[in-house]
């Protein structure tokens, strides 16, 4: 399903429940309200700014719908995540075979995931007009596990590659490192949100092993969508946009409703996410053996971009 990321990023913000739709309002003066949004429409909400305050009935609402309630800290980063307990109909039974899936499964599904990650590393590299041999180079190296971190090799040649040799990849610091945060905590909701939907525990991860991080799983699947959010980092920059304000929120959280390339035709990156996690829950009860990844290649949306 697909659904809409509301961001409430203005302080002094109220949000309540009322038949069927989240209301905001304003904190001050009359409380005036300022807008309405339907509840099944909403994909996730994320609340990035200070002085939020909202009802514990909106709260529930989102969880029965399966729509995660984001908390953000001053970088964009998402710091917590409110879930539903209840995601799928054959949750328990999904969780059993999570825990259950040995560790050269792991392995192996790991590995799909980098080399899907350095193919859409080289696409978004392409589209911007870089080299990429020493992206699609790696491809063929990654093994089982990635002993080798591959993916880490390939992450410091592209960040330069795209952003320039200066750049550095810095979660606290502005400019494009604050629009790369707020694009990733948008992705990470989605992705949040798709695994919970196919019924798997979005601790239990494929390769992310910190012991403080209650989103591994999360961590591990939204790797072959970041250049996706990348690219379009990339384009806003090249415009002039490298701050974090209202109209570069927009921008990246559209991305997610663009289409990317799949065995079955064009289908949103949102709806791709969600394709992921299923296929993942569908290995681990054995009942297929690869995942369903993207293939490689930028999302239409972006491409015609670049040719503006």
Not at 140 to 169: C, H, M
Not at 276 to 291: D, H, P
Request: charged share 25%.
């Amino acid at each position: 399903m697909i659904g809409r990321i509301v961001e409430v990023a203005d302080d002094r913000r109220h949000l309540s429940l009322s038949r069927g739709f989240m209301v905001v309002q304003d904190t001050e003066g009359e409380r005036k309200e300022l807008g309405q949004v339907p509840l099944d429409d909403i994909a996730a909400v994320i609340a990035n700014a200070h002085g939020l305050s909202y009802t514990n009935n909106l709260l529930v609402a989102l969880a029965e719908r399966g729509a995660p309630f984001v908390l953000c800290a001053a970088n964009h980063n998402a710091v917590g995540m409110l879930l539903p307990v209840d995601g799928n109909y054959q949750q328990a039974k999904r969780y059993d075979a999570q825990i259950a899936a040995s560790k050269p499964t792991h392995k192996r599904l790991w590995a799909e995931v980098v080399r899907a990650k350095l193919q859409q590393q080289a696409a978004a590299l392409e589209a911007a007009g870089a080299p990429t041999p020493p992206l699609t180079a790696l491809v063929s190296k990654v093994r089982s596990g990635d002993p080798d971190n591959i993916e880490a090799q390939g992450a410091r040649r592209y960040w330069t590659l795209l952003f320039g040799d200066g750049f550095r990849r810095d979660q606290d610091a502005g400019s494009i490192n604050g629009l790369l945060n707020y694009g990733y905590t948008v992705l990470r909701a989605c992705t949040a949100r798709a695994i919970v939907a196919a019924g798997l525990h979005p601790t239990l991860g494929l390769h992310h092993s910190n012991e403080g991080n209650a989103m591994r799983l999360v961590d591990d699947l939204m790797e072959p969508f970041r250049p996706v959010i990348d690219l379009k980092v990339w384009l806003l920059a090249r415009n002039g946009e490298r701050e974090v304000r209202p109209e570069t929120k927009r921008a990246l959280v559209r991305t997610l409703y663009d289409d990317m390339e799949t065995a079955v035709g064009a289908t949103p990156v949102m709806v791709c996410a969600q394709r992921l996690a299923t296929s993942l829950a569908q290995v681990y009860l054995g009942e297929r053996e690869k995942l369903d990844l993207p293939l490689p290649g930028l999302p239409l949306a972006l491409a015609a971009s670049l040719d503006e």
